[in-house]
């Protein structure tokens, strides 16, 4: 069975860093995308960056770009999404979701999710 | 970027009734690059049609998607109680993917 498995709820202070992570299992994981999702609670969607864990190709949304930091450990299966400095406003539920390679552009598995709180 | 815009914002049905939730894009979307998802309350997203029409993978029949250029459908037919949810369209276009706002699916 396809997962992935995401880090546990996190409380931080404004300025402190943090890195959440995303375990895969059951499928190639440098075979596969692996896309960021950020949803503020009560909003919607954003789609936040990709990487592609074979190679470590990373795509950002320009909205995001240089706020935070996608990559790949491929040994242990595992991405991640990182902020050096973080602000209140990163406040939110940020999930993963595997994005196959081939013509379809879908998000097919998704994780559950990691609620990331950031309050002074 | 392009915008995706879905209506209506709610949805009010009753059991057994055709839902249809509509997304409109601001430029014409590649049809291998839209999809729709369902997000229940406390959940994760789940992916249910991609390609425009294509179900996934243990996606009842009762959902089907439809659409071309800038407009796209998202129909479920006879709603059950279990279909209460957030809707969501999504398409990629020159290495950007944007949702839709979402129409939220409530069953009176």
């Known amino acids: 069975e396809v997962q992935l498995l995401q880090s546990e709820a996190e409380v931080k202070k404004p300025g402190e860093s943090l890195k959440i992570s995303c375990q895969a299992s059951?499928?190639?994981?440098?075979?596969?995308?692996i896309a960021w999702v950020r949803q503020v609670p009560g909003k919607g969607l954003e789609w936040m960056g990709i990487?592609?864990?074979?190679?470590?190709?990373?795509k950002y949304n320009p909205s995001f770009e240089g706020q935070v930091t996608i990559s790949a450990d491929h040994s242990i299966r595992t991405a991640y999404l990182q902020w050096n400095s973080l602000k209140v406003s990163d406040s939110g539920i940020y999930f993963c979701?595997?994005?196959?390679?081939?013509?379809?552009?879908?998000?097919?598995?998704w994780g559950k999710g990691t609620t990331v709180t950031v309050s002074s | 970027e392009v915008v995706l815009t879905q209506s209506p914002g709610t949805l009010s049905l009753s059991v057994g009734e055709r839902a249809t939730l509509s997304c409109r894009a601001s430029?014409?979307?590649?049809?291998?690059?839209l999809a729709w998802y369902q997000q229940k309350p406390g959940q994760a997203p789940r992916l249910l049609i991609y390609?425009?029409?294509y179900r996934a993978t243990g996606i009842p029949d009762r959902f089907s998607g439809s659409g071309s250029g800038t407009d796209f459908t998202l129909s479920i037919s006879r709603l059950e109680s279990e279909d209460i949810a957030v809707y969501y369209c999504?398409?990629?276009?020159?290495?950007?993917?944007?949702f839709g706002q979402g129409t939220k699916l409530e069953i009176k």
């Open positions: 979701a595997r994005r196959p390679v081939g013509q379809f552009f879908r998000m097919d598995v």
């Open positions: 059951g499928y190639s994981f440098t075979g596969e995308w």
């Open positions: 990487i592609y864990p074979g190679d470590s190709e990373t």
């Open positions: 430029q014409r979307v590649n049809t291998n690059h």
């Open positions: 390609g425009v029409s």
């Open positions: 999504q398409q990629y276009d020159r290495s950007r993917y944007t």
